[in-house]
């Protein structure tokens, strides 16, 4: 076994067995904790399949960011912080439903690229010198009109929209410095 | 190539003795596993042990900053072991853990804290070809730690089981993650100006230091990171006088220590970090290229020097404004950044990707230096107007003081004490952590 | 895995056990005689009344909700500016397009009185 292979068992069981955590756990916090555990994990994914910037936005993103957003809004309700609720309520089934059918869609798209690609003996061999220069690759299609310049600019206004839509929604129309 | 101890211990000096043991011991996997171990090894325990120096120095020049003499009695006249018995002490306490404590998250968020300030070292180019591992996305990698250390904070906070430590930890949180926006507008313009995100090509494209391209983002970046390593006058996490000493209020002995040895590495690395984008890192003239006699590198060694005294340049700035000025109060803080520094980064930022892209396309021959200058001056230009813009905002604040005393001048005639007037602050008073006698609960 | 990347990886795995020999030295050498009133919640002599909740600012929530577009708005730029050398005016146009959408946002944060902490 190589080096590869041991971090990828390693990687793989924190992934999946801190994603049983998070819905098994009934201590919100733990499983928040366990959610940022399992997006390393993913992010070690990352960085076995040569996609170190990928790693590192995973990080910045969904444990610098998402996570504490979601303990901020674990937080915000006293209720639900403390009580140490049921895992099921009764959307049990609705949730399962989503599940199966996303883990199915993801597995149709991912078929189509696994059928003939010999997974078993290492990964196709890229040189350094192609993957040193992914992310200004990545830069450089962003931007080019050849490329992805239109959804990079749908991304931005999508983010706006989330922002202002976002702040519509947390924040009172007659907020505070009416009353003062 | 066989072992050879002086050719060893000459390689340890001139600090290529990765490479030669690499050449020794040839190129099977287990090689550069175990190098990449002993690189590990080397730039996780030399900041850490350097804390004890970092911290010891820290004490003497506020001490004399201020007046005093600062310790002088461990370790002979300069108090040289201070800092080694202080950490004796910690490691004889008692491993205190607080009643209804979160105990996983209690004992992770210390952890959590020096593990990533110790990863962030990973990317400092201490020297040509010095370096724990050459990123391609090195700056990055650098933001992406330091934003998961943001969530040791938090632990630290949750775990205690202490209003205080709460308090502490989300001020913290509110804190660091606002400033870690102009913290990623000002790294964008060195990466521009390199065209590179590596912490190596950065320092290798700064033939003139990009504090003379950008003067006025270095300085955005230089406040930043007095706050994302919550310095004097940003110190608001542990702001002693309203929630006792913030998230690591339960902390005690070895565990409180190593969020201290934390804090100090995170320091230390943000000065490097600062030497690294804007200072020229290890260039100096050229001194870093030396090679003596039959192939010594004594310009890597004289590269360390130099990124060492750059580094140690810019925290006695950090010591300096410690020693000099008072604290903010949150809302100041918080305003500053997201009405000042956000919005003059981003200006600066467009400005920098336009500019850049016309010299290098229209006026290529004016060459660095000319761009230099060009840059230089939109820069200065950009600054000048914030600080206009700055002045006419505080000159309305003024205004709006004025106003508001002369009620409180009235009611001093009509026979109220005139201490009154002097402890009531108009012009803050609504926003002073927000609450009138009226008004709710505190709600933090 | 690219070279690069291992010793990070090796890294992560190292760096928390530096953190956990000095508790594990201070557990060893340090006195173990817990007892009711030392481990009180620290609150300056006072006596803790209730649980450490706190009530939650919503003020809080917002910052880190505008903190996280700003992030992803960091994942598109910085591979933009790592390859700088390479884009042409019409590239940094597009981004100057990014950047002013994202700087629309915070002014209606602004204008809202979002960013005003009370």
């Known amino acids: 076994m190589t080096l590869e292979q041991v971090i990828f068992i390693l990687v793989s069981f924190l992934t999946l067995g801190t994603g049983i955590v998070v819905v098994t756990n009934r201590n919100l916090f733990h499983a928040a904790l366990a959610m940022m555990a399992s997006f390393l994990g993913v992010a070690g994914l990352y960085i076995l399949l040569d996609a170190g910037f ?30 140490r609720e049921a895992s099921f309520n009764s959307q049990s089934g609705l949730g399962l439903f989503t599940a199966v059918a996303t883990f199915a869609l993801l597995a149709a798209v991912i078929g189509q690229f696994w059928w003939g ?56 129309t007659v907020h505070a410095e009416d009353e003062a | 190539m066989s072992f050879n101890i002086g050719e060893f211990i000459s390689s340890i000096f001139d600090l290529t003795a990765g490479d030669y043991l690499a050449s020794v011991w040839g190129t099977e996997p287990w090689v550069s596993v175990v190098l990449d171990i002993l690189g590990i090894l080397i730039v996780a325990t030399i900041p850490l042990l350097s804390v004890f120096f970092v911290g010891l120095i820290e004490r003497k020049v506020l001490a004399r900053m201020q007046d005093r003499i600062g310790p002088n009695r461990v370790g002979g006249k300069y108090g040289l072991l201070q800092m080694f018995a202080d950490v004796v002490k910690m490691l004889t306490k008692e491993l205190l853990v607080p009643a209804g404590a979160d105990k996983v998250a209690y004992f992770l968020a210390p952890i959590l804290s020096l593990a990533t300030s110790a990863l962030l070292f990973a990317v400092v180019p201490f020297a040509p070809g010095v370096i724990g591992t050459n990123l391609g996305v090195g ?102 006088s309203e929630i006792v000493a913030g998230f690591h209020t339960e902390y005690s002995g070895m565990v409180f220590g190593l969020f201290m040895a934390a804090e100090y590495m995170g320091i ?66 918080l305003n500053f950044n997201w009405k000042f520094m956000v919005p003059l980064m981003l200006m600066i930022l467009l400005t920098v990707a336009l500019l850049d892209r016309l010299i290098l396309d229209y006026i290529p021959q004016v060459g660095d230096a000319g761009r230099a200058g060009i840059h230089l001056v939109s820069n200065i230009i950009i600054g000048l ?56 609960v505190p709600a933090h | 895995m690219q070279s ?68 992803i708005e960091a ?22 397009v990014f950047i002013v959408l994202l700087a629309d946002g915070l002014l209606y944060a602004w204008g809202r009185g979002v960013l005003e902490w009370i």
């Open chain 1, 54 to 83: 990928l790693a590192a936005a995973q990080l910045l993103v969904y444990i610098g960011a998402i996570s504490i957003l979601i303990i901020f809004a674990i937080m915000l309700t006293r209720r639900m912080m403390q009580a």
């Open chain 1, 117 to 172: 690609v010999d997974a078993f003996n290492g990964r196709p061999d890229v040189p350094d010198t192609v993957l040193q220069n992914t992310v200004s690759s990545l830069g450089k299609a962003f931007v080019s009109p050849e490329a992805y310049v239109v959804p990079f600019i749908v991304a931005s206004v999508l983010l706006l929209a989330a922002l202002i839509g976002a702040i519509y929604v947390a924040w009172p």
């Open chain 2, 139 to 240: 700056v990055f990698y650098v933001l992406s730690i330091s934003s998961v250390s943001v969530v040791a904070l938090l632990l630290a906070g949750w775990g205690s089981n202490n209003k205080y430590a709460l308090l502490g930890a989300f001020r913290a949180v509110a804190q660091l993650v606002s400033y870690e926006v102009p913290m990623i507008l000002s790294l964008l313009v060195p990466i521009i100006l390199a065209s590179s995100m590596s912490t190596m090509e950065i320092v290798e494209a700064q033939a003139i230091p990009f504090v003379i391209f950008a003067p006025i983002s270095a300085l955005i970046f230089f406040v930043s990171s007095l706050a994302e390593t919550g310095r004097s006058p940003f110190d608001l996490l542990e702001a002693e």
């Open chain 2, 268 to 333: 230390m690395f943000m000065c490097f970090l600062f030497s690294t984008t804007y200072l020229g890192g290890y260039r100096f003239f050229g001194l870093e290229e030396i090679v003596v006699g039959n192939g010594f590198q004594l310009g890597r060694l004289l590269g360390l020097f130099i990124t060492i005294f750059k580094g140690a340049l810019v925290f006695f700035v950090f010591m300096w404004l410690r020693a000099t000025l008072p604290r903010l109060r949150i809302d100041q803080l």
């Open chain 2, 385 to 440: 107007a914030g600080i206009e813009v700055l002045r006419r905002s505080a000159r309305r604040q003024r205004q709006r003081h004025n106003t508001t005393s002369t009620v409180l001048a009235v009611a001093e005639n009509e026979g109220a004490p005139i201490f009154v007037a002097a402890e009531v602050e108009p012009a803050y008073g609504h926003d002073d952590h927000g609450h009138d006698a009226h008004a709710p």
């Open chain 3, 4 to 71: 690069e990347w291992q010793f990070i990886v090796l890294f992560v795995v190292i760096a928390p056990l530096l953190a956990v020999a000095p508790i594990l030295i201070n557990w060893l050498l340090g006195p173990k005689k817990p007892n009711p009133i030392k481990q009180q919640t620290y609150e300056c002599g006072v006596e803790t009344v209730g649980d450490a909740w706190v009530q939650f600012k919503v003020q809080y929530y917002i910052y880190a909700l505008v903190f996280v577009i700003f992030d």
């Open chain 3, 75 to 96: 994942v598109f730029l910085f591979p933009i500016a790592a390859a700088y050398g390479q884009l042409g005016l019409f590239a940094i146009g597009a981004t100057a």
